[in-house]
């Protein structure tokens, strides 16, 4: 029956398009390497054929949530739990990777989903284990797991602090959301985690029944990928998995969403949640994507998707007055089975819904666009043809991602060539005729859902289906639809608008010069001062897709003491989006859409960093923009006016926090310096930001012709003022504490922060970083190895240049009761750092050092960083040179003075957000 399925599928397609060629079934790529052992485990082998290459390893059990009959979050706990003890390693596997220096989150990872668990092994050159020893734990891992119930009793307070980490509105509504498209469904009720309830009541017992139904070699894919020899890979496989028992396939056809005749309606909301819309959804069955049949219906899927949506976003410019907007977009929710969703985004969900019905009915109707369907076509045809010259560049890591991605989607990565063959193939048989009546079969089909997201404490009642199914059959019916209602004005989309023509009065200046240039201490680097008081300094470096970094920075940034943290960052940002003085909102909308991507803004505490990358040729132009904004640019009024009402409704939690550990020296960072701004002040704090001197670095090749005579000439001729006086804010010395309850629910939130004077260099910086992946390691073992107290920590040490201090901060979230434990077990760990640190594998951090610089390197947004911060500190290049030798510099003394003087803990600041109830 399902061979017949398939036949009638294509037979409906060929009746649609008519005499085809045929495309043959996809066949994996020559390069992968695929077989089955004895007792049914599949591997998949790419060898990079790179020497020194690392090694990925993806171990993916076909199992997750959906597969559950007990308690929801089995498949979660059991992730946790083959961690903990076994047979190899009753120590835990935690303790075994401390051992060798791995960290999970890097070295060894995992994750659970609705259908499979994935455990992700990630090395590095001459890492501590080699692919035999890594395969080995992980056979131990999932054919000798433990899981014994005081192991469990311990992580099941991880897995609940990771659920008191909370989900926030957003994610519990797309539960909803999912749940009602998979209506039916054994995905129903089950979010992947598991509810408070059902983790609280799970037992080990419990976990075995799971391992050992569906943790078996014939229900698990391998994929290895990287530098390996694929004979020696399997020789490997067959050693550790091989002597795995071989039992069948779990029976999983429960997976396959069952479709059903009827339309569903639904409620989604969450009382934190604020967006307020109506779903329209058609269910529909497509043949297995690894038939011609299936590859045909997913790549008109793609043209669909793309078609119908922008057929929906003309539409949705007639109802401007009733929605906001209307959508259209295709999901993949389960193998075999799309869902296509028409949104729209109304608190009218009566309107809403009716709106919508006549949207599809017009849609079916009318058709697709001849245009934008031949548009879309000849766009198709180049990605297929480039897709072959992409495809050859993929990493070992791509690779292994690609791999993956076809074997959970029951599919193949074929060779590109083949593939591209096939496509064309495909393409020359999709026409709009065919496309249209695909779209008007799946727009009849019967299983449909329709349900309301309203906002948290609003109440709404659903529509009858009854009701639905009669205005749907009417418009259906109908002999012509109703003339959509005339575009109103205001909706009109910036392709609607002219595109403005440049006022002859705003001219920029052009008489730049370089009156100065400088010596920097190396061939390559070029030193120019400008006529205006800016600098450019150019490192002549090849970049990998041939393009110039450019980045142009002032001090001090949004910590100033004219005008502060609040206003600065609020005068930019507005500053940014009112455009140029001249023209209206719309017209500076529209020039904004016709310009390809510019410069972009970032403002931080001790510099406003403005950067792109560019192909050469176009520094003249972007300089000409960039001196527009900066002549040109203004703060429209309306924008003063939202700035104001929006500073009265946010929070002041960050304003609190600051206050307290910083104390008088606190910029005002909070929202109540706000609510009174007016626009001249806010002019002159944006003035005063973009109006300094700028130092301009660049990477990458050296500028040709006049080029570089363009730039200095528009640059150099802007008018610069005196930079803004720096006013970092300095934590307070001394030990403070202090317990504020307001939070909402049941969990505590820790925050930490301390800091111990240390005059600023980039190489102490560099070498300081090296202690934080330490201490991150160090507090995990404690708090969520040994007391099962937290979920994860955020830890972050540096030494920063604004206030010539290494700063430390910490935080994570824990059970309330359990804070004050949790905090002194934190503390103790940073004061014990000297000691741990002197402990190190000092080898394997050069090591880590050596691989981290080698992926850091090849970036040009690097080279771009280090070259600002060489002439921050010694005022040329020099720090280029030395950084590459620093990890050799690396001595176990040295790295434990650090330590001795960032973990003096004298300078103390702790802060416990507790529920509000108690």
């Known amino acids: 029956m399902q061979r017949m399925s398939r036949l009638l599928a294509f037979f409906f397609l060929v009746i649609l398009a008519g005499p085809v060629a045929s495309a043959a079934e996809p066949e994996w790529d020559a390069r992968v390497v695929t077989g089955e052992l004895g007792n049914g485990l599949r591997y998949f082998i790419h060898d990079s054929g790179k020497a020194g290459e690392p090694f990925n390893i993806r171990l993916i059990v076909h199992a997750g949530s959906a597969d559950e009959q007990g308690p929801s979050g089995l498949a979660h706990g059991l992730e946790h739990m083959v961690f903990q003890s076994t047979k190899d390693h009753p120590e835990t596997l935690h303790r075994y990777f401390q051992k060798i220096g791995w960290r999970t989150g890097v070295q060894i990872n995992a994750l659970t989903r609705e259908t499979e668990t994935q455990f992700m092994v990630r090395t590095r050159p001459d890492d501590a284990l080699d692919l035999d020893q890594s395969l080995a734990f992980l056979a131990d891992m999932l054919f000798d797991a433990q899981l014994l119930q005081e192991d469990w009793d311990k992580e099941r307070f991880v897995v609940l602090e990771e659920m008191r980490r909370g989900e926030g509105a957003a994610s519990r509504l797309s539960r909803q959301k999912k749940e009602l498209l998979r209506v039916g469904s054994r995905f129903v009720g089950r979010p992947t985690i598991g509810t408070l309830q059902d983790v609280e009541a799970m037992t080990a017992a419990d976990m075995r029944d799971f391992y050992y139904r569906f943790y078996v070699a014939s229900n698990m894919s391998v994929v290895i990928s990287g530098r390996v020899d694929p004979q020696l890979a399997i020789a490997s496989l067959e050693r550790h998995f091989g002597p795995a028992e071989s039992k069948p396939r779990p029976d999983r056809s429960y997976l396959v969403l069952p479709l059903k005749d009827t339309l569903t309606t639904g409620l989604v909301q969450d009382p934190a949640g604020s967006s307020s819309q109506v779903t329209y959804a058609f269910r529909v069955k497509v043949p297995p994507r690894i038939s011609e049949a299936g590859q045909r219906a997913y790549l008109e899927k793609y043209f669909l998707s793309k078609l119908m949506r922008e057929e929906m976003q003309e539409q949705a410019n007639h109802y401007a007055r009733d929605v906001d907007s209307l959508t259209f977009v295709v999901q993949e929710t389960t193998e075999e089975r799309l869902v296509l969703a028409f949104n729209a985004r109304t608190n009218d969900h009566d309107r809403g819904w009716k709106i919508l019905l006549e949207a599809v009915e017009r849609l079916r109707r009318d058709g697709l666009d001849e245009k934008a369907f031949e548009e879309l076509m000849a766009r198709a045809r180049r990605i297929n043809q480039n897709n072959i010259k992409a495809a050859e560049s993929r990493t070992f890591a791509e690779w292994e991602d690609k791999i993956t991605s076809a074997i959970l989607t029951n599919s193949v990565l074929d060779a590109p060539a083949a593939k591209s063959r096939r496509t064309s193939l495909l393409l020359d048989q999709i026409t709009l005729e065919g496309l249209n009546e695909r779209m008007r079969a799946l727009l009849a089909e019967p299983d449909q859902v329709l349900f309301y997201q309203v906002p948290g404490g609003q109440k709404r009642v659903l529509p009858q289906a009854a009701d639905i199914a009669a205005l749907r059959d009417q418009l259906a019916s109908m002999e012509t639809l109703p003339d959509l209602p005339p ?428 529920p509000k109830d108690g």
């Open 487 to 914: 575009i109103p004005e205001a909706a009109n989309t910036p392709e609607d608008i002219p595109l403005p023509v440049w006022p002859e009065a705003a001219q920029l200046g052009r008489d730049g010069k370089i009156v100065a240039t400088r010596e920097s201490g190396g061939p390559n680097v070029m030193d120019w001062t400008l006529s205006n008081g800016d600098r450019l300094i150019w490192l002549e470096r090849p970049t990998p897709d041939g393009k110039v970094y450019l980045s142009g920075r002032s001090a001090p940034g949004y910590m100033n003491a004219e005008f502060g943290s609040a206003l600065s960052q609020a005068a930019l940002q507005l500053w940014e989006q009112s455009g140029f003085s001249f023209w209206s909102q719309q017209e500076n909308e529209r020039w904004s859409k016709d310009q390809a991507p510019g410069w972009s803004w970032a403002l931080k505490d001790g510099v406003l960093d403005i950067g792109l990358a560019m192909n050469p040729e176009k520094l003249p132009e972007l300089a000409e923009r960039y001196a527009a904004m900066v002549r040109f640019g203004f703060i429209r009024e309306e924008a003063v006016a939202d700035l104001a009402e929006q500073a009265g409704h946010a929070s002041e939690e960050g304003q609190a926090y600051s206050e307290f550990v910083f104390g008088d020296t606190a910029a005002r960072t909070g929202v109540e310096s706000l609510r009174d701004v007016s626009g001249d002040q806010l002019a002159a704090a944006a003035e005063g930001l973009i109006n300094a001197p700028v130092e301009w670095f660049a990477v990458g090749p050296a500028p040709q012709g006049k080029s570089l005579e363009d730039f200095v000439s528009v640059i150099g001729a802007l008018p610069r003022s005196a930079s803004l006086t720096p006013a970092p804010a300095l934590q307070r010395p001394g030990v403070h504490q202090t317990e504020v309850r307001e939070l909402p629910s049941n969990r505590a939130e820790v925050k930490v922060s301390f800091f111990a004077p240390r005059s600023w260099t980039p190489e102490d910086s560099f070498l300081l970083s090296t202690i934080t992946p330490l201490t991150q390691e160090a507090l995990k073992t404690e708090l969520r190895y040994e007391l099962g107290g937290v979920y994860s920590t955020r830890f972050e040490l540096e030494l920063d240049p604004d206030t010539d201090r290494i700063i430390g901060t910490l935080s994570f979230v824990c059970d309330p009761a359990r804070s004050k434990e949790l905090v002194q077990a934190a503390l103790g760990v940073l004061k014990q750092m000297p000691e741990t640190v002197l402990a190190a594998d000092l080898e394997r951090i050069r090591s880590d050092i050596a691989f981290a610089e080698e992926t850091r390197l090849r970036d040009p947004n690097t080279w771009l960083r280090r070259l600002a911060l060489s002439y921050r500190r010694y005022g040329d290049a020099g720090y280029l040179d030395r950084m590459t030798g620093l990890g050799a510099e690396l001595t176990a003394d040295r790295l434990a003075g650090f330590a001795r003087e960032a973990f003096q803990l004298d300078n103390l600041s702790i802060m416990v957000r507790l």
